[in-house]
């Protein structure tokens, strides 16, 4: 990799396959832990020259959400979530606000977003100094070349190209194949130690408003990665399913600091006001909770279908556990166990761990 500029390299399966071992099926309810599990360990099937070599100094003041971590070691993490809990719940928040945005923009044009990612130049990013300086040197470059105003959480590592390869090769000609994402390769790392898969490349996520994007010709590389469906303010499910997803690569493995960690979400420009998220004083609370219902339970309509995300999120609930045919059982106190029995017996479609942890822990 260079040293002056690291591009982002979205995960999108090869074409130079290797000798499949069964993989599992995206249309069961396995949990995105599950699906990692049923691939060969990155231990095993990994070179040794893979774990060699060391990240600089600065990378080990930095970390990802990890089970390794104490919930109440995760940055703002005030109901000790557990590391997945915590990504459901700041990938909602990033989807949410945003989405509330366009909703209030009066013209299509206006309502367009983006995805766009930021790689400073990797040798100038070596203390913590400099990561505070770069994050915000993106949100003004983000602002400069065309993106008004959105979030931006920054990513320290990069996952090293000889495991991204190995791990495509067991996507490759599955179903995962063109919908596998970040989140399922940082589940594969996270079964052995993740360090010794990834190596020191800091770069900005930025989601945001954006009529047009800009050529960039300065200091790093600023990639459009993309643009996000039309938005209509009737909620088409296909913006706000694409929010949704971008928004857990993203968070997945959001980098902080071990010690004094800042918020794991910028927001900037039109989305940055006296509150945290500027769009909650922009649309109405009706509207946030509207588009908050979509991001957690999908369609009105949608079939019965226990997603991976939900039944990450229950298994981690202490004690309960998840039946095929979607009942939870549980050690909880009797009152949490009626209302997670409640909300997956007649929510139609269940799409994040938010969802499920907040409905149970709030009416609890």
């Known amino acids: 990799m260079s040293q002056s500029t690291a591009p982002h390299e979205p995960i999108t399966a090869g074409t130079d396959a290797v000798a499949k071992l069964p ?11 599950d699906v990692a599990a049923a691939l060969p360990e990155p231990g095993v099937v990994l070179p040794d020259t893979v774990q060699t070599g060391s990240l600089p100094e600065i990378a080990h003041d930095y970390t990802i959400p990890t ?10 993490n005030g109901s000790e979530l557990h590391w997945r809990g915590w990504r459901s719940k700041y990938s909602t928040i990033s989807a949410l606000y945003v989405l509330a945005a366009r909703h209030y923009e009066p013209a299509d044009v206006s309502r367009r977003a983006v995805h766009a990612v930021f790689s400073p130049p990797q ?3 070596m203390t913590d100094a400099s990561v505070g300086h770069w994050r915000s040197k993106a949100t003004e470059i983000a602002q400069e070349n065309g993106i008004r105003g959105g979030m ?6 990069r996952v090293k190209k000889e495991v ?15 919908t596998a994402t970040d989140v399922l390769l940082w589940e594969w790392i996270r079964r052995g130690d993740w360090r010794d898969y990834v190596e020191w490349g800091p770069h900005v996520h930025i989601v945001g408003m954006c009529k047009e994007m800009d050529s960039f010709s300065g200091n790093g590389v600023f990639e459009h990665l993309r643009t996000f469906p039309e938005y209509t303010r009737d909620i088409n499910m296909n913006a706000v399913s694409e929010h949704r997803a971008v928004a857990k690569d993203i968070m997945d493995h959001a980098t902080f600091r071990v010690n004094d960690p800042r918020p794991p979400i910028d927001w900037f420009g039109d989305l940055q006001g006296s509150q945290p998220w500027a769009a ?3 649309a109405t609370d009706t509207t946030i909770e509207n588009i908050r219902e979509k991001l957690i339970n999908g369609p009105a309509n949608g079939s019965l279908r226990i997603m991976p995300d ?5 298994n981690e609930l202490e004690d309960v556990t998840v039946g095929s045919d979607g009942s939870a059982t549980a050690t909880l106190t009797q009152e949490t166990v009626e209302v997670l029995g ?14 499920v942890i907040d409905h149970a822990i709030k009416n609890a």
Do not use: C, M, W
């Open 342 to 355: 409640e909300f997956l017996s007649h929510h139609t479609q269940i799409n994040s761990l938010d969802g």
């Open 152 to 157: 931006a959480a920054f990513h320290g590592y």
């Open 164 to 178: 991204v390869d190995t791990f495509r090769s067991y996507i490759n000609q599955t179903a995962y194949e063109g």
């Open 310 to 314: 939900a039944i990450d999120a229950v």
């Open 67 to 76: 089970g390794n971590l104490e919930p109440s070691t995760i940055p703002y």
């Open 123 to 125: 040798a100038d990013v």
């Open 280 to 282: 909650k004083q922009l």
């Open 23 to 33: 993989t599992p099926d995206p249309t069961t309810s396995n949990s995105y832990s």
